[in-house]
């Protein structure tokens, strides 16, 4: 059973939808991300937070939009999607140290499918 | 500057056969490396870490990496390949001093019969 859960696990939305996905983590870690998983692309990097604080944001379009409310909960608000962001989102989290550094391995959840239509 | 590269994107064995699936890096500095695997439906999970302590680091489910700084690379393997190791592979390079870790473009691993 993976320490970081995501819902829902499968999502279709209009382009004119409103929706949110969800990622929970009980691994005590103090950073999270959220990552874009496309069919025969690259992981791409959305965003880090780090302490609940915003440290990356990857040039992510504005209808995505991240919420760290604590250490154990991240949010993707999601508004106006278009075709090409279906695609399987994933969240990761990890203990950053106290010097900054992202050398621990990362903890993923099993993603959530996004489906726009 | 760091980056890394999974020099094949498809890589088809036999069960029962060794497995391969080779990784490049590039790094400014000693850097921390990790391989993951994918199976279908799910997230990436840790297969294994290499931070300094040994060339050769030992993973799960029987597979190993070996560090070569002289190569540049950091290949995973497994003597015997089984079906459940059909999945996707990626190779990541991490490094100090803020969020740097790169993911190679992964390499899908097929297991015949």
């Known amino acids: ?117 | 500057a760091q980056s890394v590269t999974q020099l094949d994107s498809h890589v088809s064995v036999s069960e029962g056969t060794p497995v391969l699936l080779r990784c490049n890096y590039s790094s400014s500095y000693s850097p921390s490396l990790f391989w993951y695997v994918q199976h279908p439906n799910k997230g990436l999970q840790l297969l294994l870490k290499y931070t300094s302590a040994a060339t050769l680091v030992k993973g799960i489910n029987g597979f190993e990496a070996e560090f070569k700084k002289s190569e540049t690379s950091f290949h995973l393997t497994k003597p015997s390949a089984h079906m459940s190791d059909a999945a996707e592979y990626f190779c990541v390079v991490s490094g100090t001093g803020g969020f740097k870790t790169i993911f190679g473009a992964g390499t899908r691993l097929f297991v015949k019969a």
């Not at chain 1, 959305?46 to 991240?66: A, G, W």
């Not at chain 1, 140290?97 to 959840?109: K, R, V």
């Open chain 1, 1 to 117: 059973e993976t320490g970081v859960t995501q819902t829902p696990r499968h999502l279709v939305m209009g382009m004119t939808n409103k929706k949110s996905l969800k990622c929970e983590q009980h691994l005590g870690h103090n950073a999270m991300y959220w990552y874009k998983q496309s069919a025969k692309k690259p992981l791409e990097l959305m965003f880090v937070y780090n302490f609940k604080e915003q440290t990356e944001n990857n040039s992510v379009p504005s209808r995505f939009s991240p919420e760290c409310p604590n250490s154990s909960h991240l949010f993707l608000h999601l508004h106006t999607l278009q075709p090409e962001d279906s695609a399987l989102y994933l969240c990761a989290s990890s203990q950053v140290s106290g010097m900054g550094s992202y050398n621990s391995p990362l903890h993923f959840g099993n993603g959530t499918r996004l489906t726009v239509t």
